[in-house]
């Protein structure tokens, strides 16, 4: 299994930066994606929820109506548009997946990249 993140980088306060998170060794079309992000000292947190065919995403409430998350099961890559970016989005973001076989549930945790706001 691997997921690599990418698309992160340092970006001014309120800039936009796309995530991308490729997916492989699993099968991506019927596993739910998330972004997860990781600040320094912090606990690392839900950003971004997308279900296994798209039609269902939630956000955390500091992401609501900012980022959006999608994907494209056709090339096993899940996204995650940030706009508005403030400096408390600093953080390392973690692509995941979640697959369920014969009901049991494995979850699956890319590298990271970091995403630094700042001017």
């Known amino acids: 299994v691997q997921l690599v993140e990418s698309g992160g980088g340092l970006v001014q306060p309120g800039g936009s930066l796309r995530l991308s998170c490729a997916a492989s060794?699993?099968?991506?079309?019927?596993?739910?994606m998330s972004w997860y992000r990781q600040a320094p000292g912090k606990e690392r947190e839900l950003v971004a929820r997308?279900?296994?065919?798209?039609?269902?995403?939630n956000y955390a409430d500091s992401a609501k109506g900012r980022f959006t998350i999608s994907r494209d099961n056709a090339k096993n890559t899940v996204y995650l548009q940030m706009n508005s970016l403030k400096p408390e989005d600093t953080a390392v973001y973690y692509c995941?997946?979640?697959?369920?076989?014969?009901?049991?549930?494995?979850?699956?945790w890319g590298q990271g990249t970091q995403v630094t706001v700042s001017s």
């Open positions: 060794g699993f099968t991506f079309s019927s596993s739910a």
């Open positions: 995941n997946a979640r697959e369920v076989l014969l009901l049991h549930e494995f979850n699956y």
């Open positions: 997308i279900s296994s065919g798209g039609g269902s995403t």
